[in-house]
């Protein structure tokens, strides 16, 4: 069938089709079913009453231009192009045999419903394709960007890095980028697929496409409009459609050898029947007709992409990109999932664990001492310090005589006080046994301990440590009853990576592992448990990821080679997302082979019918085409199943 054939990208945003709307295959197909319809009906009842002949051969002439026009353009297109006959030479060659033998009312039913099997299909993978319509119309054109003092309005791709856009409530963010000045609430439904508004405020990063709610804002632009999450959303999609999985590239290669397979044996059996008497000529041949027609594998090469298509583009509406159906298709047989840390189950950023003070004191006062001190720091533990202190709304106090000494922490000025900050061992001041205990007691939980001392006296201690995210623990357990296994691969301390690992209810860890450690224990993971997933966001997964079955990439936090090298990418990090993603796969693969059953029984009915009780043409033409509309439109129903489940609040 010539519309199962790789879909062709679409135009970029800046991009339009030179062709006139009614030229297009979209607009004339299902007018030239309509046609064929009204020509076939016509012809009927004028060949039943006295017209003209003429009339009747115009009303058939019609039909057939009509209803063969694209069947036709497919096969000769394939066999000039490519030199291999396909399903659409079996369809036009059993109409014209149909003809021929004075049956052209019933060669055109069959064109009719070819046609029609044919539009409604495009209609199923169309449906699909428009995520990434919908993907563009979130794209501004235009920016407001801040320039030589002043403001101007620019083209979206002629933004820099650096350059500060502003950006009004109700408007969609034209960039990825980092607040600068300003507070409000973001939609980042389209993006992420988080439900609810998501609150922005100075340092937070915002995307492309999503849509500014209340407050103004000024962004720091720190990708370029072709590098933003959805650029790399829309790209992704557009690859993911064009990607086959394995089943259709089969499916796809069967068709090609049955098809000339179909067309040799019924040029014996045409000799045959004759030949040996089993049939006078013009009856065999009209048998032959109705093999031919039966025997295409019309719906059983359409139950592939008309079902997998559909699941990708419904995974991209919840920011689940597949990079095509081989890794929807794969991602069903997974039986072990294996979890990078840092960045992954955890955010990859440290924050203060726990605060002891001396004494059992005030541990605000000793974070907000801290916090004054870290406060002219650019260390990622000092801002960690700075935001746990911001977080319970400590008022910090003015610095003066900031230093900082590589190794051995900060030296500051604090109300009046001289403070240092650091590991407890370089402070110059000996740590008091309950402190002493209180650190040993953290290190071993795998944490990073600083200490605060102001004028030569202790004050506390400080913890920090690179915190779960907050659903971490959910999806393992989610995952688990689902029978998948789980794995932790990181390159952290063992320590720490126990720590994780107890928190959210993984049995088996693997810490101390170098990109290559990780690779290999990928390997053996898949000898061990069959197919195998890895989910990552650095660099230093990038080999483990490649390495898998189905390499599941962090999208928003991922490293540019994580996201490249991975089949799978979560656009909002959310991770539980990935056990919509396993279920959607193995859906989509139980209607794939629903249909597969579906369309190779009716095709084994039909053909044992054509043998064993001379099954008429239009009984073969309906049993046929029905069947591919059937495959269609369970396609396409299961579509609208998945939009209306997956689709965000």
Known sequence: MAAVAAPTPKPTQNQSSESPRWLTEAWLAPRLVAVTLVALVAGVILSSSSAAAGWVTLCAVVAYAAGGFYGTRGALTALIRERVVDIDALMVLAALGAAVIGHWEEGALLLFLFSLSNVLQDYAIGRSRTAIKALFKLYPEQATVQRDGGTEVVPVSALKIGDVVQIVPGERIPVDGVVLVGASSVNQAPITGESVPVDKTIGDTVFAGTLNEQGALDVRVTKLAAESTLSRIITLVEQAQSNQAPTQRFLEAFERRYAVF??????????????????????????????????????????????????????????????????????????????????????????????????????????????????????????????????????????????????????????????????????????????????????????????????GAWLGVLALADTLRPESADVIRGLRAKGVEVVLLTGDNPAVAAQIAAQVGISEVRAGLMPDDKAEAITALRERYGSVAMVGDGVNDAPALAAANVGIAMGAAGSDVALETADVVLMGDRLAEIAGAIGLSQRARRVVWQNIVFSLAVIVVLVVGTFAINLPLPVGVFGHEGSTVVVVLNGLIQLLVLEGHRRPA
């Open 262 to 455: 179909v067309i040799g044996f019924i040029a014996l059996f045409i000799v045959a029947q004759p030949l040996f008497g089993w049939a006078d000529l013009e009856t065999g041949f009209y048998r032959a007709m109705v093999l031919m027609t039966v025997a295409s594998p019309c719906a059983l090469v359409i139950s592939v992409p008309s079902s997998f298509i559909a699941a990708i583009a419904a995974a991209a509406r919840r920011g689940v990109l597949f990079k095509g159906g081989a890794a929807l298709e794969e991602l069903a047989a997974v039986r072990v999932i294996a979890f990078d840390k840092t960045g992954t189950l955890t955010t990859g950023h440290p924050a203060v664990t726990d605060v002891v003070a001396l004494g059992g004191g005030d541990e605000s006062a000793v974070l907000t001492v801290a916090a004054s001190a870290e406060s002219r720091s650019e260390h990622p533990l000092a801002r960690a310090v700075v935001r746990a202190a911001e977080k319970r709304g400590l008022a910090l106090q003015s610095v003066e005589g900031f230093e900082s000494q590589m190794g051995l922490g900060i030296t500051a000025t604090v109300g009046g006080r001289m403070v240092r900050v650091g590991r407890p061992t370089s402070l110059g001041v000996e740590l008091p046994a309950e402190l002493n205990a209180a650190a040993e007691r953290l290190h071993a939980e795998g944490k990073t301990v600083i200490g605060v001392v102001a004028d």
